[in-house]
């Protein structure tokens, strides 16, 4: 079972980006599945997540507004769309998927991790 988490990069202030969440291994059509990101000194921080028995997505307010979560069951693959980036995005991003189909924001909850894909903003 592995998560492969891309699309990461160096981008200036005002840019986007599109992350990308492959997974492989087993169906994750049914697991909720999340976003997170972990700057340099601070916690690993719940960003968007992608509800596996409704659909329903939820956002940090840091992100609301800017970052939107997709899901392709097809293609076993979950997305963050980042707009209107900022430095203060900088940090590596993860993908997660959580077998019990209900949301959570901790981290713990969730039960597979992506190896993390760089997000470098510059002012």
């Known amino acids: 079972v592995q998560l492969q988490a891309c699309g990461g990069g160096l981008v200036q202030a005002g840019d986007c980006l599109r992350l990308?969440?492959?997974?492989?291994?087993?169906?994750?059509?049914?697991?909720?599945m999340g976003w997170f990101r972990q700057a340099p000194g601070k916690e690993r921080e719940f960003l968007s997540g992608?509800?596996?028995?409704?659909?329903?997505?939820y956002y940090t307010d840091s992100v609301k507004g800017r970052f939107t979560i997709s899901k392709d069951n097809a293609k076993n693959t979950v997305y963050l769309q980042m707009n209107s980036l900022t430095p203060e995005d900088t940090a590596v991003y993860y993908c997660?998927?959580?077998?019990?189909?209900?949301?959570?924001?901790?981290?713990?909850?969730?039960?597979?991790w992506g190896q993390g894909t760089l997000v470098t903003v510059s002012s």
């Open positions: 997660a998927a959580d077998r019990s189909q209900f949301f959570h924001r901790t981290p713990g909850a969730y039960d597979y």
């Open positions: 992608i509800s596996g028995n409704t659909g329903r997505t």
């Open positions: 990308s969440c492959a997974a492989s291994g087993r169906t994750f059509s049914r697991d909720t």
